[in-house]
């Protein structure tokens, strides 16, 4: 088939949609189709089957968004028509401006389209210090909803659990498929014979992975190491960059050993991760927090926050791996008894390590090729239900861009 990939976000994989967008490309291609793409990886200008777009400009705000490892591509309809035009199917990895571009132009252009549901309300808001008010959120919700998905033929939701979210709201309507993003477990997996780096070898190693950004909530392991009566052995490391990064340093400098809080490149994070003696994932929003479940595969019990706006609980296998989110005193608790229980410890890995592979890359990445080969045989476009601007109206704007 003819398939393109519309990445409004799209770069270093140095996050979880990037990540995503790369794994499904190349397995797409693997299968024998034909993928083309457009994103705003400047990188990419000139490499075939690669449409660039431009990047927006968020004047002040352009340090920000910079530090939070993202790039976000600015409208083009030329570019769009260029990339969709004569595709079997277009896929979306985001609701952002190139997105909803291809969502409306599909539409006119009798193209099955979908989406990936990877962009949490909550993500948002958490920017503009409204991730715990519902309003705000049901509302970023309903206007995602009505600007976007209900121009989906299908929509792919990594968890259950961001499906049921949006059923909550009155997102429904088109064809759900419930298919988490996957993990590699040949590149994430237990190694029998990996010894700690020397300068980890007398620690109790925590890892977190993940953008340092407020809804990640790090702050809270380093408060509970902080209360924990082992932590003069404790080293925390926390794998990623983001605008919080300087704020955390300075608070983990009240810890006997100051935490290594560096960005590692994707193929190294699995020495990291199998240097963990626990993992520990304290973020508030979550709609499928892939990092946690390498750590499981490498070999790391999982601790997680029980926030109820996060899919990362149903990862925790028993009673000890879950903790009252953002309870510095709870969670210190918890890492408190898995040091103390090191055999328990050493048990709940060999079993996490086997649970795991349940979510392995290759099986996940089936399903959406299976996926869009269903969407593709199903389409009838007289089924689609126009909603949001009129086609002259779109058709006008495609004009002006």
Known sequence: MEITIIADVLGMPNNGTSLATYNLINTLREHGHHVRILCPDALRTGQEDFFVARTMNFGYFNEYVAKNGVTLAKRDWDLVDQACRGADIVHSMCPFSLGWAAA???????????????????????????????????????????????????????????????EKVGMVGPTRYIISNGVDTSQFNVDPEFVKPKYLLDKFVIVMSGRLTKEKNQKTLIKAVMKSKYKDSIQIMLCGEGPLKNDLAHLGRKLPNIPIIQFYPHEYISTILRSADLYVHCSIAEIEAISCLEAIACGAVPVISDSPRSATSMFALRPECLFKMKNTTDLAKKIDWWISHPEERKKTARYASEWVKQFDFKGCMEKMNDMMLEVVKNYKPENNTWIGMSEKKILRKMSKD
């Open 104 to 166: 409306k132009y599909c539409h006119i252009h009798h193209i099955p389209f979908t989406s990936g549901f990877h962009i949490q309300a909550e993500n948002v808001m958490a920017h503009f210090f409204l991730l715990r008010w519902k309003t705000p959120n049901t509302i970023l919700y309903h206007w995602l909803w009505k600007h976007y998905y209900s121009y989906c033929d299908a929509i792919h939701f990594p968890t259950q659990f961001i499906s049921n979210v949006t």
